[in-house]
């Protein structure tokens, strides 16, 4: 089936213009996520996702038993105007995410991928960026087209399970663009989870912005030249969402969040860092420089497992979701077993 949505989210939303009497977004108070969420507008398509999510998750709760995982993948942007035509972005290609789902889906998972529009999908991440145009793939044959033979092969592997996960209902894409769109989506799509209890799980790969304009300050239209020569863009922090989405959206859920370094001396610091803040299950760090060969699995009682690539490994192309995913769906299981007993 093709993908029908009727919206975008790299388009704003016009209609909800700036709204000057809507208060600034305060600094650091007590419900600061609550705050967040009465000051700025749900996205206009929320209602068409929620149906989606509503119906992809009762499907998989009530027909197939699955568990079902979601996936978080790509950068936030955060607009700087109402009528965007700059924002600022934060770096992710999406590959994480998009090659994840691939090795939930294959363990059996359904999964909601809640990616960047534009950003890597599962499935035809293997021919998006690899050259420079998929037309690379296709040969011309007695005037028709045809697929490249050097390439049929691999590529039958990739659409059998494409077709398998499609046929199976068992893929779910949602797009956002913006920080505000994700958060608005994160929470709506947690909310929904709740059904499947502790059979949910929560992969958090998206690089999710830190700072953001609030809808109060945001100019509606293209910011002009400034008389300074200079332009200067006031932020406010994103409120810490994580903490809400362990302790009410998502309670029963196991949640694994990403913290991604650049400085090898303190990821396993800020890792643990992480999980003391927010009270979740595990963090997986990965260094921007070597974050396709090795990743390390942090969990509350700072265990370290580290996960690597060897020589023989990289050199036949293997990727290391597929060896992350594993140890992730078995911490999940132990979470299931332990949150099985509890509430007997
Ligand atoms: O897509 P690739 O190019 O393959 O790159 C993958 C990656 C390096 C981006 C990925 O592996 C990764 O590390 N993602 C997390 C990046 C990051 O710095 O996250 P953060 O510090 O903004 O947030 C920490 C964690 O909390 C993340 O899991 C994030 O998804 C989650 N978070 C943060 C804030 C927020 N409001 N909501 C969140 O879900």
């Not at 209890?197 to 958090?204: I, K, P, T, V």
């Amino acid at each position: 089936m093709p993908n029908t949505k009727n919206y975008h989210t790299s388009q704003p939303d016009y209609e909800t213009a700036i709204d000057r009497n809507v208060p600034d977004f305060p600094v650091a108070e007590v419900l600061d996520e609550d705050k967040y969420f009465q000051n700025h507008e749900p996205p206009s398509y929320l209602p068409e996702i929620e149906a989606q999510i509503d119906k992809f998750v009762d499907f998989h709760c009530q027909q197939t038993q699955k568990k079902v995982v979601l996936v978080t993948s790509g950068g936030t942007t955060v607009p700087l105007e109402n009528n965007t035509v700059r924002f600022i972005d934060n770096f992710s290609a999406g590959t994480r995410g998009a090659t994840s789902a691939e090795y939930f889906l294959e363990n059996g998972y359904a999964v909601i991928f809640l990616h960047r529009e534009f950003s890597l999908l599962p499935y035809s991440r293997h021919y998006s960026h690899t050259t420079n145009c998929f037309l690379d793939y296709m040969v011309e044959k007695d005037n028709k087209v045809e697929i490249n033979p050097e390439f049929a092969d691999s590529m039958l592997v990739v659409l059998r399970k494409y077709m398998a996960a499609q046929k199976a209902n068992s893929l779910l894409l949602v797009p956002f663009t913006t920080v505000n769109q994700y958060l608005y989506t994160l929470r709506l799509a947690s909310q929904l989870l709740q059904k499947a209890q502790s059979d949910a799980l929560f992969y958090l790969a998206a690089a999710v912005s830190d700072f953001f304009l609030p809808s109060s300050r945001m100019p509606n239209h293209k910011i002009q030249a400034q008389p300074s020569g200079k332009l200067v863009v006031d932020l406010e922090q994103v409120p810490k969402f994580l903490r809400r989405l362990v302790d009410s959206w998502a309670p029963q859920a196991m949640i694994v969040s990403f913290k991604l370094e650049t400085d090898s001396s303190i990821l396993i610091k800020k890792s643990v860092q992480a999980l003391n803040r927010y009270h979740h299950q595990l963090v997986i760090g990965n260094l921007l420089q070597t974050r396709k060969n090795e990743v390390v699995l942090v969990t509350p009682d700072e265990a370290q497992n580290w996960i690597r690539l060897d020589d023989t490994q990289k050199h036949q192309n293997v990727e290391i979701e597929s060896l992350i995913i594993p140890a992730v769906i078995q911490e999940h299981e132990n979470w299931v077993k332990n949150w099985t007993a509890k509430n007997k």
